[in-house]
């Protein structure tokens, strides 16, 4: 793939057809293909992707390991990586575009705005794989499983859409129970703080990001949650 710095990989991410970004925190537009801007009136994902297929996001996605290993595993299916880095992003998008992935696509934004851009039903599942776990108690809402993200969720997501989390990490595993736990509204479809003991409930499970790689080579467990916001 080469070694390009931040900046040349920020003027790739321009020109990617696979790459969406939103460069201003302040304004909420879309641009694509050198500075196409997105009609946010419109559902730009199925237009996007040129289908009805479900889309299913990876939120924090990184590099896109976990996006593309989805996309290579279901190509019946679209999927958005979000994330806020673009050098990150990068990785995921060129490598998209090298193995012809057309159903895999990355959005450059914060997840706070994903109720900007998506509408009622445009997203089928979600998956949150090892996000920051924000183990100040005055920053749990900035947790990627706080009731304030669940809203912004169920704002976008099809009715009983499944939310999937990955993580290494004890506190944002019990966090996310008691969350899904005390809430009436939401179902939990599984729960398991060692994932790796025992067989896999779904082989998706087996796919590796890069952080699940430092994770396990430091001999944590890792941890699977999978409810479903409840309509
Ligand atoms: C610990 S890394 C995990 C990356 C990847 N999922 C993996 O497992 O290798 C967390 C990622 O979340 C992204 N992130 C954190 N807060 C975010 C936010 N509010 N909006 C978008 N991305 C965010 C960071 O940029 C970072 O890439």
Same mark, same amino acid.
């Given at each position: ?17 696979? @790459?969406? +970004?939103?460069?201003?925190? /302040? ?6 293909? +050198?500075? @196409?801007?997105?009609?946010? &009136? /419109? ?5 996007? %992707? ?33 994330? @806020?880095?673009? $050098?990150?992003?990068?990785?995921? $998008?060129?490598? $998209? ?11 450059? &934004? ?31 809402? =900035?947790?990627?499983?706080?009731? =304030? ?8 997501? #099809? ?19 008691? @969350?899904? /736990?005390?809430?009436? =509204? ?20 087996? %796919? ?6 430092? =994770?396990?080579? /430091? ?5 699977? #949650? ?6």
């Amino acid at each position: 793939m080469g070694r390009k710095n931040k900046l040349q990989k920020f003027q790739d991410l321009k020109a990617y057809p696979n @790459v969406i +970004e939103n460069p201003e925190y /302040e304004s909420n537009q879309l641009f694509i293909n +050198e500075d @196409v801007e997105i009609d946010l &009136s /419109e559902n730009w994902a199925q237009i996007h %992707f040129g289908n009805d297929k479900p889309v299913i996001l990876e939120l924090a996605c990184g590099r896109g390991e976990y996006t593309l290993q989805l996309g290579r595993y279901f190509p019946e299916k679209n999927f958005i990586g979000i994330d @806020v880095k673009g $050098a990150r992003i990068w990785q995921g $998008a060129t490598i $998209a575009l090298d193995e012809n992935l057309s159903n895999v696509a990355f959005l450059r &934004s914060r997840i706070e705005k994903l109720g900007i851009y998506f509408r009622k039903g445009d997203i089928s599942e979600i998956w949150i794989t090892f996000p920051d776990p924000f183990l100040n108690p005055t920053q749990a809402k =900035h947790r990627l499983t706080s009731p =304030h993200f669940l809203e912004i969720y169920k704002q976008i997501m #099809v009715p009983n859409g499944i939310i999937n989390l990955k993580t290494d990490d004890d506190l944002l595993f019990a966090y996310t129970l008691k @969350v899904v /736990e005390s809430d009436p =509204h939401i179902n939990l479809l599984y729960a398991e703080n060692d994932i790796y003991s025992k067989p896999l409930i779904d082989p998706t499970l087996e %796919f590796k990001t890069y952080y699940e790689g430092m =994770h396990l080579e /430091e001999g944590k467990k890792i941890k699977y #949650v999978k409810f479903q916001l409840k309509d």
